[in-house]
Nanobody, 124 residues
Framework: QVLLVESGGGSVQAGGSLRLSCAAS????????MGWFRQAPGKEREFVAA????????SYADSVKGRFTISRDNAKNTVYLQMNSLKPEDTAVYYC?????????????????WGQGTQVTVSS
């Protein structure tokens, strides 16, 4: 069982930055692939970024590539999402997800564990 708690959301103007954190419980955090997804009002939850257990492999949605960076600190049981050059279309609830896997996972159905989400609002 893995419990995930996101933090760091908020309101920012276009062009600004935010850093999301996701703290995970459990002693085997380093065995889990971690992902970030987001869901805007009236839309499906979509993939944003993912990172493998070692932090050596990452994957990004095309819409955030070059602006967002996912990273992890296994000693702190925490995964991060650094979001730069934010746009109004980045406005959504951002969810952290975890799955016991050695692969980088980009599909939401592949993840068993989810956080409660944190709101990110970008104004123009």
């Amino acid at each position: 069982q893995v419990l995930l708690v996101e933090s760091g959301g908020g309101s920012v103007q276009a062009g600004g930055s935010l850093r999301l954190s996701c703290a995970a419980s459990g002693r085997t955090f380093s065995h889990y692939t971690m992902g970030w997804f987001r869901q805007a009002p009236g839309k499906e939850r979509e993939f944003v970024a993912a990172i493998d257990w070692s932090g050596g492999r990452t994957s990004y949605a095309d819409s955030v590539k070059g602006r967002f960076t996912i990273s992890r600190d296994n000693a702190k049981n925490t995964v991060y999402l650094q979001m730069n050059s934010l746009k109004p279309e980045d406005t959504a609830v951002y969810y952290c997800a975890a799955e016991f896997s050695s692969r980088v996972l980009t599909i939401k159905s592949e993840y068993d564990y989810w956080g409660q989400g944190t709101q990110v609002t970008v104004s123009s």
